[in-house]
């Protein structure tokens, strides 16, 4: 029997998405001027001087996180791929499949939510389809496309990046897995490093969307790619930068940010945080000369951020630099916070 060649968890993996769904696309179509790319987070279409740019995720509802909290994530993890075209999101489809358990009230504090927020950030809300199915279990319970309509030249695609342009990375590793795990699984945290701690990671929660961050970054201009790092983490997102760009690229690891909650997370739970899972974090490359004013707007609304490496000729290929020199970086492929989260439901639901 050949051995199976999808991950037991997660995204499949560049090579199977190279092997098996990119040579199969459907029908040929030149108004479409991003299709599916490694690191390009969206797909955009070009009609007449317009840019239509679109990101298709699941609708991802975890229950343990809160319906509210729940709800806000799932609307930002969509929307950030369109913001990181440069062209703000702005219309919502949304497919609810929702299990049978569901009531009443829960959808009703879910989709209250999910205006309040698209409303907030602009999107409209125009088609979709809502209904309970057999089968159906959370936290997939359906999926969500959203649109943004721009002009062309608004448009920041990644292949179009320069060598010498800067690398910025904004908040640092590992932002999503230490917004679920800490929400999910406190007690773990509390006991390592106490109450504080718990409730400083619990707070990165609202870091997981970059659609600020894109929008800032866009604002000053200067802007050549950006991409948000989750599967893989920031390790995952370099490399698929550098595929999008058909660069290389070098990097510092201590230039990284890095916020004390998160590593003090990843260390309970024995994660590698610059593999792991990081929605919120945005890695941007932009032009040498505009890269202060950048790190500048970020500091203004808070956002941590710092220059890390530039990109390099396509043939010195993925480089890092950390304690023990200069190496080159691999995808890390499989991304090791749903082991870990199977893992410490496992460990909650032993315990009681």
């Not at 209904?131 to 292949?159: H, K, Q, W």
């Not at 109450?195 to 201009?221: K, L, N, P, R, W």
């Not at 929605?279 to 956002?303: F, M, N, Q, S, Y």
Request: aromatic fraction near 8%.
């Amino acid at each position: 029997m050949p051995q199976e060649r999808l991950p037991r968890l997660g995204k499949v993996t560049p090579q199977f998405f190279d092997e098996v769904i990119f040579p199969r696309l459907g029908a040929r179509d030149d108004s479409v001027v991003v299709g599916p790319t490694h690191g390009v987070d969206f797909g955009a279409i070009a009609i007449g001087d317009r840019t239509v740019v679109l990101s298709t995720d699941p609708f991802f509802l975890a229950p343990s996180l809160g319906w509210e909290r729940a709800a806000w994530f799932a609307l930002h993890i969509v929307a950030s791929d369109v913001a990181v075209s440069g062209i703000p999101p702005r219309f919502l489809a949304v497919d609810l499949n929702l299990p049978p358990e569901m009531e009443e009230q829960t959808l009703v504090t879910i989709w209250q939510t999910v205006h309040e927020e698209a409303e907030r950030l602009g999107i409209a809300i125009v088609t979709g389809h809502t209904a309970r199915y057999a089968g159906c279990n959370f936290p997939m319970v359906g999926g969500a496309t959203v649109f943004g309509v721009g002009a062309s030249e608004d448009l920041i695609d990644p292949r179009k990046a320069s060598v010498g342009d800067s690398i910025i990375i904004t908040k640092g590793p590992a932002v999503e897995t230490t917004g679920l795990m800490s929400v999910q699984f406190p007690e773990f945290i509390t006991e390592r490093f106490g109450e504080a701690t718990t409730q400083q990671a619990q707070s990165v929660f609202y870091q997981m969307s970059v659609i600020e961050d894109a929008a800032i970054c866009a604002g000053v201009g200067g802007v050549t790619a950006m991409h948000d790092a989750t599967e893989c983490g920031i390790w995952g997102a370099l490399f698929e930068i550098a595929r999008a760009s058909g660069k290389g690229l070098v990097v510092e690891k201590c230039s990284i940010v890095t916020q004390d909650a998160v590593m003090k997370t990843c260390e309970v739970f024995d994660i590698d945080p610059y593999k792991s899972i990081s929605e919120g974090t945005l890695v941007a490359t932009v032009k040498p000369d505009r890269a202060e004013d950048i790190l500048t707007a970020l500091d203004e609304k808070d956002i941590p951020a710092s220059v890390v490496g530039k990109l390099t000729e396509p043939d010195t290929g993925v480089v890092v630099i950390d304690e023990h020199g200069r190496h080159p970086l691999e995808h890390p492929e499989i991304d090791p916070f749903w082991a870990k989260f199977e893992e410490y439901l496992g460990k909650q639901a032993a315990s009681g």
